[in-house]
């Protein structure tokens, strides 16, 4: 059971590719101006709100949350990412005294918010976390667990190591465009 493309610009995206699967098992919350390019496929259970623009050969994972309320995120082509991954545009500052509630006036707390960008064929492996103000180079995986909270270079393999990410080496770009260019004219 997908949704159809009206039923995605009923939702509140403003575009829509061809060849969609996105799950009616998955949720969506005050989209603005989302975009959905051809090919992508949601599974069930994932959630998203807000300012969210993915492109196309796109796959989320079951049980992925995607909140882009404090900032745009823009997922890329060719990107994926497996079961459980979070990004956050906006999160509460942890280490400076605030309070934490939505019930709490702002003055008593501190929200860290940015954009986040997934570049072309950039890959997650389960349970990765995404921060704000953060940018996923091209071609750059992240081992299950990650939390990402600066930017990965282009190509990086990345993994988790206390609260920073390692870098364990870089994929073939090169060979990465090259299957690209070769699927796109395949296509």
């Avoid at 069930?44 to 050969?57: A, R, V, Y």
């Avoid at 995404?130 to 091209?138: A, D, H, Q």
Wanted: one cysteine or more; glycine letters at 10%; charged letters at 20%.
């Amino acid at each position: 059971m997908f949704y159809s493309k009206q039923e995605l610009l009923d939702i509140g995206f403003i575009e829509v590719g061809d060849d969609t699967r996105v799950s009616k098992k998955s949720v969506f919350h005050g989209i603005k101006e989302g975009v959905i390019g051809n090919s992508v496929r949601i599974d069930d259970f994932s959630t998203l709100k807000g300012n969210i623009k993915i492109g196309n050969h796109v796959h989320i994972s079951s049980f992925c949350s995607i909140s882009g309320t404090g900032g745009e995120i823009k997922i890329e082509d060719f990107c994926g990412m497996s079961t459980h991954c979070a990004f956050f545009t906006a999160i509460e500052d942890f280490i400076n005294p605030t309070l934490t509630s939505p019930s709490i006036s702002s003055e008593f707390s501190k929200i860290i918010s940015g954009d986040i960008k997934m570049q072309s064929a950039s890959k997650l492996g389960a349970s990765c976390i995404v921060l704000p103000n953060t940018t996923i180079g091209f071609g750059s995986s992240a081992s299950a667990n990650t939390i990402i909270s600066s930017d990965v270079k282009e190509g990086a393999i990345i993994g988790p190591k206390s609260r920073h990410f390692k870098t364990y080496g870089y994929r073939k770009i090169d060979g990465i465009k090259d299957l690209m260019h070769k699927f796109l004219k395949d296509d």
